[in-house]
Every structure is written in structure tokens, then in C-alpha cells.
């Protein structure tokens, strides 16, 4: 087992972080990270691949998220320290290179979560603007406005409290809006129930190979609650308080996402649905015609999309400085600017690979760029949370923690291990250009760490601390 890493390198104690959140702004935090850009732009893609039954795979995608959510827990209230999963990952295994995969793979996700919120960024700020838009247009603006996120990352701007708390506001306004034009609707009769019932497997794909392959994509609406555990530190009580707004903000996010599918597919015809990079601007279009609806909610949606994304990409680029500063990925990557002490070189390279993936979807993967990037982030964070799943069990060896620790089935990790694993395989019906994304990615990373180690012989390849990753620089 892993050393206990959780102080200094000199053996001494940090100072700890103060406690400032409470059960309401936990909650809030937890349901902003969850809601945003997947429920917004990734309806049309699942219902291409079950049809009418749109709720299904998000359901399922609840309870697969509540699984891993409860391994979390455990962990979190084992060890309630200001890290996550590579945290987990070294306590349980000790081998850094793992500690390093696990880091990197996150870091990537974050890229790949940011990129997706970037498209749908662009293909809303042109559906509010009345504009018809190319697909090149799109990308063109997507990769503008990720240079626009990396210079307020470069000034130095974190996700403060409040600001989390608006933007949060604003996406639940936005989806509440959805529902409401569809209770709308459903007053006037102006719906087909029938095809919130009707399976339509797109291609030769049976029933369960479709719902996988839609789960899979669904996922993508419910990762953020991973973050959350990243505020144990500042967190009041957090051994009592995490388990039940944890699984409260997941059930808030996971009725809202069934709510508003059914919505969609009652309202608009899958395939319509599935056509377009704003589908609920054509829920809202065709569940109220006489209201200015459908003129609002394209910047509603550019608000939350724009909060995943920055808060993804500050996220990654303090996650390579972190990594840069540990001696695992060139030193380069870890400087910092002289007076706004800004990670600028993190921050370049983590918007080069955003920017770059922009444009590969765009070009080889037009027709469904946002599913690519946001099937891609499921498949690197259900690897993960494979990872994790397996970590919770290895580490209940150690009984150092108090025994008031929040405490998973044993079934459950079991699950979580065998449920995340299918979902990342090409049986869950995953296309092929999801695994090429991925594997670019994280080829990148493991030519860097070797690269690293040869130059810094004696000292690369080992993370001093990894509690430390993911902080911003001094």
C-alpha cells in the first residue's frame, strides 16, 4: 500500500483550509458541477440511439453515477483531503506512474468536457444571433472562444463561491424553463406520448447494445459530482455532511435530466431532435410558438456551458502545473508568470490540445462532433471510476481512518468496477473515433512522463505529493 502523502515532503503539517461551506453551498456547488453542458447539447445524440426512450439512458446513467458517487463517499470521509481520484489511486496502489495515468486522464477529460462546452458555446451564440452558421463557422468561434477562456485563466480568474452559485441559478432556470413550455404544451394536447415509449435503434444495434451505447453518452450529463470532492477540506463537518448532499444534488440533476428528456422527445420528432446542435431551442420552439422562448434559452444555454468549460479548463491547467511542479511532465509545462502568477505554460498547452480537438472533430467528425468530445469524457472518466471502485476495496486494508468514515456496500464497488469497465469497452457500442481521441490523449501523456524521466534521471517519475496536484501556484 501506498505511503501516506498527505503532508509535506519535510514531514511537516500543512495549514489547513478554513470551513466555510455549509450544506446549502455544498449542494448548490454540487448541482452547478452536474448541470450544464451535457443535458443542453446531448439529448438529440441519445435519442438517435434509442429514440423516443431518451430517458432511459440517463437514467441509467443516474444509477451508474450514484454507484461510483457512493465509492467516492467512502473515500472522501476516509480521507477528507483537498484531492481526488490520483489521491486515491496512490493511497491504494502506491505506483506513480498509476497516480500519474489516473492524474492525466482526469486532466484530459477536463479538456475534452471543456471542448464539448465550447462547441455548443458557438453553435448557441449563432442559433440566438439568428445567424446560419457552417459547421466551419462553428469551429471557428468554438476555437475563439477557448483563447478567450485561456486569457482569463491567464489573469489569474478562479471560480469563486458566488459566482458558482449564479451560474448555477442560471442552469436551472434553463432547464426549469424547458419543463414549464412543456407542462405548457401538454395543457394544449399538443404532444405524442407515444413517443416518449418507442424504441428506435439506430443501425443493426439491438435494444441493450443501444441503450449502452446511449448510457455511455449519457454519462457525459453526469460527471461533475467527482469535483466536489476537491471542497472536503473547506467543507463544515464533512464526514456527515458529503454523503447526503452528494447523493441529494445527483437526484436533483438525475430528475431533471428524465424530466426534460421526456419533455424533448413528446414535444419534437427524434429526428429533428438528433439534427440539431441546440435541441432544446427546439423543444422550447415547438412547445410555445407565441413566446420568446426559443430567443432566450440559446443564451441561458451559453451561460452554463461557459461556466463547464472554464471551470474545466482551469481545472486541467492546474492539474499539468501541478503535475510540471511534482517532476512527472517537463518543468517547462510548470512556469509560472512573474506578476499575475498565472501557470501560463500549463494553460498554452492545455488550450493547443483543446483547440486541436476542435478542429479534429470538426473536420473528421462533423456530423456528430459534440457526441465524439463529450462520449470521449465519459469513456476517460468512467476509466477512472473504475480505478476508484477498485481503490475503495483495496483500501478498507487500512484502518488508520476513524470509524465513523461514511461506508459503501461491498456489492456496490463491485458493480461500479464491472458497470464502468463494460461502458469503455467497444461492446457498449462506443464508435471508434471516441477510443482515438482518448488514446491520443493519453499517449501524449505517457510520451511526456518518460521523457521527464529520462531528463531528470534521479528524481522524474515520482510524485513527491500528491495532494498537491491539482493546486494553483503559490
Not at 44 to 56: C, K, P, Q, R, Y
Not at 85 to 102: N, R, S
Not at 401 to 416: C, K, W, Y
Request: proline residues 4%; neutral net charge.
Amino acid at each position: 500500500m501506498g505511503r501516506d502523502l498527505t503532508n509535506g515532503d519535510d514531514g511537516e503539517s500543512r495549514p489547513e483550509l478554513r470551513r466555510v461551506l455549509g450544506p446549502g453551498l455544498l449542494l448548490l456547488l454540487v448541482v452547478g458541477d452536474i448541470l450544464g453542458t451535457g443535458i443542453y447539447v446531448l439529448v438529440g445524440d441519445v435519442a438517435a440511439e434509442v429514440g423516443g426512450a431518451a430517458w432511459l439512458p440517463f437514467l441509467v446513467a443516474f444509477a451508474v453515477a450514484t454507484v461510483t458517487a457512493l465509492s467516492y463517499l467512502e473515500l472522501v470521509t476516509r480521507y477528507p483531503k483537498a484531492a481526488g481520484a490520483a489521491l486515491y489511486a496512490h493511497k491504494a496502489f502506491g505506483i506513480h506512474f498509476v497516480t500519474f495515468l489516473v492524474a492525466f486522464v482526469v486532466m484530459s477529460s477536463g479538456i475534452t468536457s471543456a471542448a464539448t462546452a465550447s462547441r455548443a458555446f458557438a453553435a448557441n451564440l449563432f442559433e440566438g444571433a439568428g445567424v446560419h452558421a457552417s459547421k466551419t463557422g462553428v469551429a471557428l468561434l468554438a476555437v475563439l472562444f477557448m483563447v478567450v477562456l485561456a486569457l482569463i485563466n491567464f489573469r489569474g480568474v478562479a471560480q469563486s463561491v458566488k459566482l458558482n452559485v449564479v451560474l448555477t441559478i442560471i442552469e436551472i432556470t434553463g432547464l426549469a424553463a424547458v419543463v414549464l413550455v412543456g407542462l405548457w404544451a401538454f395543457s394544449g394536447g399538443d404532444v405524442d406520448f407515444g413517443r416518449v415509449v418507442a424504441f428506435q435503434t439506430s443501425g443493426d444495434k439491438n435494444i441493450f447494445v443501444a441503450v449502452t451505447a446511449a448510457t455511455s453518452l449519457a454519462f457525459f450529463a453526469m460527471v461533475g459530482f467527482e469535483d466536489s470532492v476537491n471542497m472536503a477540506e473547506e467543507t463544515k463537518d464533512p464526514v456527515r455532511t458529503f454523503p447526503k448532499i452528494l447523493l441529494s444534488g445527483l437526484t436533483i440533476a438525475g430528475v431533471a435530466y428524465v424530466l426534460v428528456s421526456i419533455v424533448a422527445v413528446a414535444l419534437v420528432p427524434v429526428g429533428q431532435l438528433a439534427a440539431s446542435e441546440t435541441p432544446l431551442v427546439e423543444v422550447v420552439r415547438a412547445g410555445a410558438p407565441g413566446l420568446p422562448m426559443d430567443k432566450i434559452l440559446p443564451f441561458l444555454t451559453m451561460f452554463a456551458v461557459s461556466n463547464t468549460a472554464l471551470i474545466n479548463m482551469l481545472m486541467a491547467s492546474r492539474l499539468v502545473y501541478g503535475m510540471a511542479r511534482q517532476q512527472v511532465l517537463p518543468a517547462v509545462l510548470g512556469t509560472v508568470h512573474p506578476t499575475l502568477r498565472s501557470p501560463w505554460a500549463a494553460i498554452l498547452f492545455t488550450t493547443l490540445i483543446a483547440c486541436a480537438l476542435i478542429l479534429y472533430v470538426s473536420v473528421f467528425a462533423d456530423d456528430n462532433a459534440i457526441s465524439v468530445l463529450g462520449g470521449t469524457t465519459s469513456l476517460l472518466l468512467l476509466a477512472v471510476f473504475a480505478v476508484v471502485n477498485v481503490a475503495v476495496l483495496v483500501l478498507r486494508r487500512d484502518v488508520r481512518p476513524s470509524a465513523e468514515h461514511f461506508r459503501t456496500p461491498t456489492v456496490l464497488p463491485v458493480i461500479g468496477v464491472v458497470v464502468s469497465l463494460y461502458l469503455v469497452t467497444p461492446l457498449a457500442g462506443r464508435p471508434g473515433q471516441q477510443y482515438v481521441v482518448a488514446g491520443a490523449l493519453v499517449a501524449i501523456g505517457v510520451v511526456l512522463f518518460f521523457v521527464t524521466r529520462l531528463v531528470n534521471r534521479g528524481t522524474g517519475g515520482r510524485l513527491a505529493d500528491p495532494t498537491h496536484l491539482g493546486s494553483a501556484p503559490d
